[in-house]
């Protein structure tokens, strides 16, 4: 069942003949992530990342010193996230458990923010519309979204037009209501109420919205978020 459609057909991994010619003769890189007991080391072919990442490109490619050692240190992100990173970057595909882990979602988004990656952010943003097709922001989450994403995001748009929704069907809880101690949140919920008023539509209805490469068809909500189609 098809959820999203890429408008780049050949963002799916290394499913297909053009996608393997990435892993030819480019090499491999070491990426380190995180930092203390929690840092992991990765090894990848460069190939595969420069065609996704201008973040990874311009390290790779640039003066930097990361283009003669090979090595990127990304100590500041989240480990977990960058795992969901490299397969996708294999697969075309998110299976991590995202179910009721909201904030494994919004780490993958940051992460693809900072890499340059938006088809990536936009697997992390498909998660997290299914997920709060039944569910709610509680505090703790929607911090997290302001902390993780830039003003403006599409991401604070999801989660503002998500508790928006919230408030026009009655099914606000103390929870969200509690996101106004979050920064910049009061400013982006009345710029968002003012014209429209408390008439919201559901956001999974509207899931184009917030993507950045992908189509979202939004009738077509899969029972796994991690069934994507393929080329």
């Known amino acids: 069942m098809v959820i999203a459609k890429d408008k780049d057909s050949n963002d799916h991994g290394v499913a297909n003949t053009h996608r393997l010619r990435l892993l030819q003769d480019t090499g491999v890189v070491t990426v380190r992530v995180g930092r203390g007991k929690d840092a992991e080391s990765w090894t990848i072919h460069k190939g595969l990342l420069i065609y ?19 090595t990127v240190e990304l100590i500041e992100d989240d480990p977990g996230a960058f795992t969901d990173f490299v397969l996708w970057l294999y697969t075309g595909k998110l299976e991590t458990e995202f179910d009721g882990l909201f904030g494994n979602a919004c780490f993958a988004w940051a992460l693809g923010d900072k890499l340059q990656c938006p088809a990536f952010q936009d697997r992390a943003m498909c998660h997290l519309i299914v997920q709060y097709k039944s569910d709610f922001f509680d505090e703790d989450t929607m911090r997290l979204i302001y902390n993780v994403s830039p003003p403006g995001s599409k991401l604070r748009s999801f989660a503002v037009d998500q508790v928006c929704l919230d408030r026009s069907v009655g099914s606000q809880t ?58």
Do not use: W
């Not at 973040?55 to 283009?67: K, M, P, Q, T, Y």
């Not at 919920?189 to 068809?217: C, F, I, T, W």
């Open 174 to 231: 103390i929870g969200a209501a509690a996101v106004v101690s979050v920064e910049d949140f009061n400013k982006d919920l009345l710029e968002r109420l003012l014209p429209y008023g408390n008439e919201a539509e559901y956001p999974h209805l509207q899931g184009s919205r917030y993507m950045k490469v992908l189509d979202m068809n939004p009738l077509r909500i899969p029972p796994s978020a991690g069934e994507f189609p393929r080329p």
């Open 52 to 70: 996704h990442s201008p973040f990874f490109a311009a390290a790779l490619n640039g003066s930097f010193r990361e283009s003669t050692t090979n």
